[in-house]
């Protein structure tokens, strides 16, 4: 790709995800070289099986702060933090060795959604990305000013979910 786009995928939606892991199949069946990276899933704990069909794929999958507030009560925030800033770290150098097509940041707008990263943390990443890198940001609650910086905006908006009936995840479906 000659040129590669800021992609945000965010809302209160399901398929955030499930959109990038789809850009993720296409991309790989074109040929094209794709890094996951994901904030805030533990695979071990969940399972999470789009991750291991990118695997398989060829796709490098790599995670940082696998622990969140909301499903992990005694986690430390400053660890949180102290991952996710790792994470950013770990990204500066995937753009610098500028071998991948694409780099999905799968959950990283929660991290900024929830204070673990700051705003012009991620503002600054976004200025070092390589001109030819495809970059997908997915996760709740996406920034005014992200969404302004972005080549295209996805918002998916929750109309009706089981969840509301009280049905729990399904394997297969939502994880």
Known sequence: MKKGLIQIYTGDGKGKTTSA???????IGQGLKVC??????????WGYAEQKILEKLGVKIF?????HPFCDKKVSLESIRNECLKGLEFIKEIFRQKKYDILILDEVN??????????????????????SMELVLTGRGATKKLKEIAD???EI?????????????????EY
């Open 21 to 27: 892991v789809g850009l993720a199949v296409r991309a």
């Open 36 to 45: 996951y990276i994901y904030f805030h899933k533990n695979p071990d704990k």
């Open 63 to 67: 995670g940082f702060a696998k622990e």
């Open 110 to 131: 929660i991290s900024l959604r929830d204070g673990f990263l700051k705003e012009e943390e991620i503002i600054n990443l976004l200025k070092m990305k390589p001109k």
């Open 152 to 154: 295209l905006v996805s």
């Open 157 to 173: 908006k929750n109309i009706k979910h089981p969840h509301q009936k009280g049905i729990k995840g399904r394997k297969g479906i």
